[in-house]
């Protein structure tokens, strides 16, 4: 197979032209209210949790084969649609973090109630009204400016940070920004059942196969086939930005299809 030589500037080129493409966003995404209010959440937010574990919880099936009660207490963060659990957890996640356009826009009612933080992409804000926080500006959610290009690892979060095609990763980089020590991934199983292909836009006909509840992207509901290729990119340079910093990613998903980071057992935790 022929290997495609790329030259050693094509990073700087297309850094530069993505600058470039941006430009006319950027006054916004830091001069804002609502993205200034995020800035500082975000510093404040810096090294908080500083050598302290938590858990990821993704929202795939093996959640209902893994007794979560257990994480009452502990520090959590909740992704997506992880609030349709919190009535048979007893308790919310401390955090939650949505990145997905469709995810959002269908679920902003939803989100702008929810009175935990919670960190959506700045793109979203147009699915919010300032009439919507205008009583309770606390649930106003902190903004991240995350792109889909320039692949990286950010280790702090106040400025442009990449998706890497699946919440799970910005979640890695909010939790290292906390200063977590280590990120124990739960229901995170890297499968699902309905294939085809990553990115694309379908409309759930009927019952979720893919997540804990079968109402999560259910009948009519819009959502984006997973690009599992890229999130592995992103996962493994998670891996490496946390073990440089003598930190770690541990998975403890019930029968997860993931094999990047260090298994370990569930119950072995506590």
Do not use: C
């Amino acid at each position: 197979m022929q290997t495609i030589k790329t030259s050693p500037l094509y990073p700087l080129l297309r850094d530069s032209y993505i600058w470039l493409r941006d430009l006319p966003q950027l006054p916004a995404a830091y001069l804002h209210p609502w993205r200034r209010e995020s800035i500082r959440r975000l510093a404040a937010l810096k090294d908080i949790h500083k050598g302290k574990r938590a858990f990821i919880i993704g929202n795939g099936p093996s959640l209902k084969n893994t007794d979560i009660p257990k994480l009452k207490g502990e520090i959590t963060f909740g992704m997506n649609r992880i609030y349709l659990m919190f009535p048979e957890l007893g308790f919310k996640t401390t955090y939650l973090s949505v990145v997905n356009d469709l995810v959002i826009e269908q679920t902003a009612a939803d989100l702008a109630a929810l009175d935990i933080p919670k960190f959506l992409t700045w793109r979203s804000r147009r699915f919010f009204s300032p009439d919507q926080f205008a009583s309770q500006s606390s649930n106003l959610p902190t903004f991240l400016y995350s792109t889909y290009d320039s692949p990286r690892f950010s280790p702090d979060v106040r400025g442009r940070i990449w998706e890497g095609a699946t919440v799970t990763y910005v979640t890695m980089q909010l939790a290292f920004h906390m200063g977590i020590n280590e990120a124990i991934l739960i229901g995170v199983d890297h499968n699902y059942d309905t294939k085809g292909k990553p990115n694309t836009t379908i409309t759930s006909d009927g019952d979720d196969p893919n997540h804990f509840n079968p109402s999560y992207f259910g009948k009519g509901f819009r959502w984006q086939l997973p690009d599992l290729e890229t999130s592995e990119i992103a996962y493994r340079m998670a891996r490496q930005a946390y073990e440089k910093a003598g930190r770690r990613i541990m998975d403890a998903t019930v029968g997860g299809k993931l094999t990047i980071f260090e298994k370990v057992d569930y119950n072995s935790l506590f």
